[in-house]
């Protein structure tokens, strides 16, 4: 089994890391393009293209201005990610083996870096997935990235023994996945909260449901996916009656 999750535009660069294990990305050289790109961007025109603050685009442009390949300064992507998605998975206080099953068996899609493993050093960045961002040859990030994220997907898939894939991921950054070109089936946990008389996808909730999944995929060392069908944290349960083959189905009632 095999887990995507998406990145998270909240970073934590102040707290201390719980592991010194560190790797380095894949895809340094293509972050290092894209990166050159925006460098030849002004505050300005990043607001624009990216539909910031001024304060927010001053701060990326900073951040381009100084980003580097090398690993000085830089965080293991599974601790510096801080958004809703990683308050569910915790990684701080994972263990060390749930953690190495999580650096074998977790990818975290990057709109900057492409493929990223939990240990993977990176920078302070913004660059979401669906960013209009022309480069030469391409028009977007999907474009730019094209076939590469899939192909290092299907690394990790025979480097582990993947039968299935698992999308814990946004939208927007599965969106840069080319299933037909993965050799495995791909699953979608769906999670969904009773509100105002029916069941629907609460954005916050579901976000951190998603990392307590990963994190208990992690906990338990499963591999197969299957037995994500037991997951029942924080009052979410599957429900078969609702769920496909491709879609599973999580759902909560709280009191």
Do not use: C
Not at 8 to 16: G, V
């Amino acid at each position: 089994m095999l887990i995507v999750l998406s990145p998270a535009k909240s970073l934590d660069f102040e707290s201390r890391p719980t592991t010194k294990l560190t790797t380095t990305p894949d895809m340094l050289e293509r972050s290092s393009a894209l990166i050159d790109v925006l460098r030849g961007y002004s505050p300005g025109q990043i607001a624009d293209l990216m539909k910031l603050s001024d304060p927010l685009a001053v701060l990326n442009a900073a951040r381009y201005a100084t980003w580097s390949p090398e690993p000085k300064d830089a965080r293991q992507a599974i601790m510096a990610f801080n958004g809703d998605v990683y308050h569910g998975f915790d990684a701080r206080t994972l263990k060390p083996k749930a953690l190495a099953f999580a650096q074998a068996h977790v990818r975290i899609l990057s709109g900057l870096y492409g493929v990223l493993r939990p240990f993977d050093l990176i920078h302070p960045h913004r660059l979401e997935m669906g960013t209009r961002l022309p480069t030469a040859g391409a028009k977007d990030l999907y474009s730019f990235w094209g076939d590469s994220v899939t192909d290092r997907l299907n690394e990790a898939i025979a480097a582990n023994g993947a039968e299935t894939l698992v999308n814990l991921a946004s939208e927007e950054y599965f969106k840069s996945v080319r299933p037909k070109l993965l050799p495995v089936p791909v699953v979608n946990p769906v999670f969904e909260d009773w509100k105002d008389g029916k069941y629907k996808i609460i954005s916050f909730y579901a976000k951190r449901a998603r990392g307590m999944m990963a994190r208990y995929a992690a906990e338990k060392g499963i591999v197969d996916a299957q037995q994500l069908k037991r997951f029942k944290v924080d009052g979410y349960a599957f429900s078969k009656r609702d769920s496909t083959d491709s879609d599973w189905v999580f759902r909560r009632k709280l009191d």
